[in-house]
């Protein structure tokens, strides 16, 4: 069976620090994979998507950046954070559009506070 | 541009009563439609979908939702709430964007359930 992983659970940063996310997928071969943002109260937001090895769109202008080293490893990145960057930020996979099956499947979230 | 609505930010119900979310979609196409609960600090977990075919639709937990092309909604319904039913509901309509297909989410509805 597929999984999804991410890490850290939580994270603690000062404003102008860098930052790492990491998420990493078990158990499929070349998925769809998704950064999402949750703010406090509100929906989520999809700030990246990647359908391949190297292919990242990017849906919203902002702080952050994202990348895909390996099939099933996604990596979201910051040079410099915000207060604005605090969230909650879920990583999701999908297989490939076709089939009938367009589902996301999400990990267990990293929360992330901005001090 | 599609757009998911949920009418009601907040419901709350006794354990044991029955409960209804509403969600209205705006899509052009024939929709792929979903429901997601969140639990506190959780990622999201899929409920149930619904892509074609017999309109009323199961999922887990006991969950079901019906599709009404007519009204553009995809409610969520449960015969009977239990506490641990407590949790943000997220109705969800899948695009294709690019290569890729993507989720919009609804703002979400908080479900308290009284003991």
């Known amino acids: 069976s597929q999984t999804i992983h991410q890490w850290p659970a939580t994270l603690v940063q000062p404003v102008g620090s860098p930052l790492s996310l990491e998420c990493t997928v078990e158990?499929?071969?070349?998925?769809?994979l998704y950064w999402y943002r949750q703010a406090a109260g509100r929906g989520l937001q999809l700030l990246f998507y990647?359908?391949?090895?190297?292919?990242i769109s990017s849906e919203v202008p902002q702080n952050l950046s994202a990348s895909r080293p390996q099939d099933r490893q996604f990596i979201l990145s910051s040079k410099k954070l915000l207060l604005s960057d605090s969230g909650f930020y879920l990583c999701?996979?999908?297989?490939?559009?076709?089939?009938?099956?367009?589902?996301?499947?999400f990990g267990p979230g990293t929360r992330l506070t901005v001090t | 541009a599609q757009s998911v609505t949920q009418p009601d930010i907040h419901i709350t119900v006794s354990e044991g009563a029955s409960l209804e979310l509403r969600c209205n979609y705006s899509y052009g196409a024939t929709p792929y439609l979903f429901w997601y609960v969140q639990s506190p600090g959780q990622g999201l977990q899929l409920l149930l979908k619904y892509f074609s075919g017999d309109t009323l639709v199961q999922g887990i937990k006991g969950f079901e939702a019906e599709f009404k092309r007519s009204q553009s909604s995809f409610n969520l319904r449960k015969p009977s709430v239990h506490w641990s039913d407590a949790a943000e509901y997220f109705c969800?309509?899948?695009?294709?964007?690019?290569?890729?297909?993507?989720?919009?989410f609804g703002s979400g509805t908080q479900l308290t359930v009284l003991p």
């Open positions: 158990g499929t071969s070349n998925p769809n």
């Open positions: 999701a996979w999908s297989v490939q559009p076709g089939g009938g099956v367009y589902e996301q499947y």
């Open positions: 990647s359908v391949g090895i190297g292919q």
């Open positions: 969800t309509v899948a695009t294709y964007s690019g290569s890729a297909r993507q989720l919009t």
